[in-house]
């Protein structure tokens, strides 16, 4: 089945930066694009951007310009998320999502990755 | 303010009705594309649970519907059950921004 499986908790220091993977299956990794979303504890949910895993080419959340590179490994069929120059306030769970495609259509995202707890704290 | 704005709560007893709305920002009419709703249980991902106005993924009970029209969109769950609470969120592309957008969510309780 469809499924997208996170890494693992992680806690960083302010300023350093963080490196969240996505991987991927039960579908062509190449023709979704896929995306982030975050999520600060008792917050809403926040687009920071996706990545098309066919050719790399990524669109960002203005909010993160600058500290935020998504990128993929299509030979494992992964897609990654760093973020840098990390701040309390980036502490949050964040999800890889997939853009819905063949039944499914409109930008939606149909399946999700459970989630990735990032703690920024000294 | 936000692009898609949401009422941050609404309630409703076992068996009844309740809507759910999300307005969109006035300086942003005519950019937001097809409305997504989704459905968060504590401690979980976001689901899927209406796409691109009123369409339900398999498996997604016909309790659920939603509207869309030029300046807002509504999700309506009839029948309510005990298992329909949780948070709700519109979600949307705003082509002026060039991004992708949440509505703030809105807590539901039964």
């Known amino acids: 089945q469809v499924q997208l499986v996170q890494s693992g908790a992680e806690v960083a220091k302010p300023g350093a930066s963080v490196k969240v993977s996505c991987k991927a299956s039960g579908y062509s990794f190449s023709s979704y694009y896929l995306l982030w979303v975050r999520q600060a504890p008792g917050q809403g949910l926040e687009w920071m951007g996706r990545i098309n895993p066919g050719n790399g080419v990524t669109e960002y959340a203005q909010a993160f310009e600058g500290r935020i590179a998504m990128t993929r490994d299509r030979s494992t069929n992964t897609a990654y998320l760093e973020l840098k120059n990390l701040r309390p306030g980036d502490t949050a769970h964040y999800y890889c999502a997939k853009i819905c495609g063949g039944a499914c259509y409109g930008g939606a995202f149909d399946v999700w990755g459970r989630g990735t707890l990032v703690t920024v704290s000294s | 303010q936000s692009v898609l704005m949401q009422p941050p709560s609404v309630s409703g007893a076992p068996g009844q009705r309740v809507a759910i709305s999300c307005t969109f920002n006035?300086?942003?009419?005519?950019?937001?594309?097809?409305v997504h709703w989704y459905q968060q249980r504590p401690g979980a991902a976001p689901k899927l649970i209406i796409f691109?106005?009123?369409n339900r993924p398999s498996g997604v009970p016909d309790r659920f519907s939603a509207s869309q029209s030029g300046t807002s969109a509504s999700l309506a769950i009839t029948g309510l059950q005990a298992e329909d609470e949780a948070d709700y969120y519109c979600q949307s592309y705003a082509s002026s921004l060039r991004e992708s957008v949440f509505g703030g969510g809105t807590k539901l309780t039964v």
């Open positions: 006035s300086s942003y009419i005519g950019t937001i594309h097809d």
């Open positions: 691109a106005g009123d």
